[in-house]
Nanobody
């Protein structure tokens, strides 16, 4: 299975912003999402968007993160603002052939990237 490719991670101070990008998902993808995994913690869904533009966010990032899709370029973005120390994690992009009903069910996402690291310092 072809992997998607993430970029845009980095090291920022608390309160800063980054824009993560993801490309390479298949033409049959109906849902695209960002997950993250902090050291010693389970991977968690952060934001999801479907082909109709419907979005969903984890409670911990609502109002600070925004997922969007550039249909012309076939790229999705995650704008992360007001970063907190607890946002430090490896961020993964994933794509699924299933619609928005899948929520953040990892087993239903068929394409994954290798991740991009986001590190927030005080």
């Amino acid at each position: 299975q072809v992997q998607v490719l993430e970029s845009g991670g980095g090291s920022v101070q608390a309160g800063g912003s980054l824009r993560l990008s993801c490309e390479g998902f298949g033409d049959d993808s109906k849902s695209m999402a960002w997950f993250r995994q902090a050291p010693g913690k389970k991977r968690e869904g952060v934001a999801r968007i479907d082909n109709g533009g419907k979005t969903r966010y984890a409670d911990s990032v609502k109002g600070r993160f925004a997922i969007s899709k550039d249909n012309a370029k076939n790229i999705i973005y995650l704008q992360v603002n007001s970063l907190k120390l607890e946002d430090t994690a490896m961020y993964y992009c994933a794509a699924s052939r299933h619609g928005s009903w899948i929520g953040f069910s990892e087993e239903l996402f068929n394409q994954w990237g290798q991740g991009t690291q986001v590190t927030v310092s005080s």
